[in-house]
């Protein structure tokens, strides 16, 4: 006859220390790629962009318009460079998760970036209008892994306050315009229940991703610039002719955006 355990608190939550550093540090795993790829030294762009969905990748190599970043020593992903208004942009796809995203944001600002954005597909919450739009997320409800091993225990991670500011003021310009409000990030989107969505709901919560509370609790740990956009795309399928992303699956709108954040971002006081 089985026996319940007993409860437990959750390893996720033990035996964590903030302040100490890390043995096993993204430089590193970094320099040994390099040696056993024999890549030649160099550093990627300084704004890099976090493509959860591969559909800005698909379509700028699609055009023509980006080619593989020669230097990028990762053994999981390649990075794509791109230009859009005379600036130069690196581009991963295909990040999915936090863990993912968190893992290439490390090595990302080891490896010369300074301004790290993320554009990932999200479901839609609270129906502050009809799909698809954007919203840059300023918290995130830390429904995943990743984040509790850059913070203590808190219920949201949010946008550094100094990376917020500039873009604020410059996303007003931005048309379509863009929601400003918090997500959720979960690990397990086929495990968002009536009960979990009405909770993130009565929070004011806008959209539900996988990435956000990850990067910003990475970004407030380390003190790095990560903004993430939520482009909300779905209403989590439950009716059909969901996920429709707009222009060329949402990269035209995409790609706008992210110039109009690293342009602000260039021309902020220093």
Same mark, same amino acid.
């Given at each position: ?15 964590? +220390? /903030? ?14 790629? #390099? ?28 055009? +023509? ?15 794509? &460079?791109?230009?859009?208004? $005379? ?41 502050? $209008?009809?799909?698809?739009? /954007? ?6 409800? #830390? ?5 509790? +091993? ?13 990376? &917020? ?9 931005? #048309? ?66 969901? /996920? ?19 342009? &602000? ?6």
């Amino acid at each position: 006859m089985m026996h319940a355990s007993t409860p437990t608190e959750s390893p996720l939550l033990q035996n964590k +220390h /903030f302040a100490r550093p890390a043995v096993f540090q993204p430089e590193n795993l970094l320099r040994e790629t #390099r040696r056993q790829k024999s890549l030649p030294s160099g550093s990627v762009p300084m704004v890099c962009v976090l493509d959860p969905d591969g559909d800005i990748v698909a379509h700028l190599l699609q055009s +023509h318009e980006a080619e593989r970043d020669p230097v990028w020593a990762c053994y999981h992903t390649s990075l794509y &460079r791109f230009e859009r208004g $005379r600036m130069t942009f690196g581009i991963i796809g295909c990040a999915v998760g936090g863990p993912f995203a968190v893992l290439l944001a490390e090595q990302l600002f080891v490896s010369g970036c300074e301004l790290l954005i993320s554009i990932t597909s999200a479901g839609q919450i609270v129906p502050v $209008r009809t799909p698809p739009y /954007f919203v840059l997320i300023e918290k995130a409800l #830390r429904d995943e892994g990743a984040s509790h +091993h850059y913070l203590p225990p808190a219920k949201y991670a949010s946008l550094l306050p100094e990376v &917020r500011a500039p873009l604020v003021a410059a996303l007003s310009q931005f #048309r379509p315009a863009v929601e400003l409000g918090a997500a959720w990030t979960t690990d397990a989107p086929y495990r968002e229940t009536a009960e979990a969505i009405e909770f993130a709901r009565t929070e004011g919560v806008l959209a539900v991703e996988m990435e956000a509370a990850s990067l910003y609790a990475f970004a407030q740990a380390k003190q790095k610039p990560v903004v993430c956009f939520a482009h909300i795309t779905n209403r989590m399928g439950v009716s059909e002719g969901d /996920f429709e992303k707009g222009e060329a699956d949402g990269t035209v709108a995409s790609l706008r955006l992210i110039e109009a954040v690293a342009q &602000r971002w260039g021309d902020r006081p220093s």
